[in-house]
């Protein structure tokens, strides 16, 4: 059975503001799936609207077969969130709001206790176990939130950027833990900012920009959508733009100029047109950034 189903879905918010525009996304059971979008994009709106926080304008969905509107009760017995405007109370340990949280979701005492220190010792959070939560820093705050959903072993968990303000050791913790959770059969469905985040966890991605859905699949299907399989970054400040259309596409981004070629064959042209204008030029494979950057530029003003 699929996780997380939509169809046609529209939110629009007071004032006539378009947050959804139809759209129709589909999410298997057991995967982590990443939302991708730019800020304002409505991600957070279909999260919310997926985790029965949110009534939707027109439009159906569903999470483990259960509609999100007429049966929202069901649901959210099999789910956990971790809102993206959330804060932990302060005046509660580490470990305090971990196993409260676990028995008002109705687990004894015992097992609320043993599964918030396994949480807490995944996540690397043993040291401030005791602390209180006001006297932790906003990444640490933020961990605490990711290891009250993560010990609920949900069905699905819908994290909204559960990574934002963590230093790079700790968003490699919260990947192992999503991780190891998708592999003993929950769903992830979370959003992000962070094209590394989702290009490494992901098992399914989709981009949503300005309420619709762009595209959405593998990252190796991801890549079938551009015929371009390398790039280029040069500064911009030794090169005419006009002269390097022959190479790819050129887009550029601030200081810097990006081409996007389909062969060896350009990447080698470039790289003598380079070195005979004397500035520096970096090759690779395209990325999931280069991918959503390439999918947004080209839908910004459809």
Known sequence: MEAVVSEDLVKIYEGGVKALDSVSL???????????????????????????????????????????????????????????????????????????????????????SQRSSRIIRDLGLE??????????????????????????EAEILFLDEPTTGLDPLSRRLVWDVIQRASRSGQTIFLTTHYMDEAEKISNEIAIIHSGRLLASGTLEEFKKLTPYR?????????VRIEELNEYGRVLKLGRRIIVYMADEDSSRKLHDYCISMETPVTFSPLSLEDLFIKLVEENEYS
């Open 26 to 112: 589909s999410v298997k059971s057991g995967i982590v799936f990443s939302l991708l979008g730019r800020n304002g994009a409505g991600k957070t709106t279909f999260l919310r609207i997926m985790a029965t926080q949110l009534l939707p304008t027109s439009g159906r969905g569903y999470v483990l077969g259960h509609d999100i509107v007429s049966e929202a009760g069901k649901i959210r017995e099999k789910i956990a969130v971790i809102p993206q405007e959330s804060r932990p109370m302060y005046i509660l340990t580490v470990k305090e709001h971990v196993k409260y949280f676990l028995m008002m979701r109705g687990l004894p005492m015992s097992e609320a």
């Open 127 to 152: 040291e401030y176990s005791n602390t209180l939560c006001m006297k932790l820093s906003g990444g640490l705050r933020r961990k605490v939130l990711v290891a009250m959903a993560m010990a609920t």
């Open 230 to 238: 390398l790039k280029a970054e040069i500064p911009s400040d030794n």
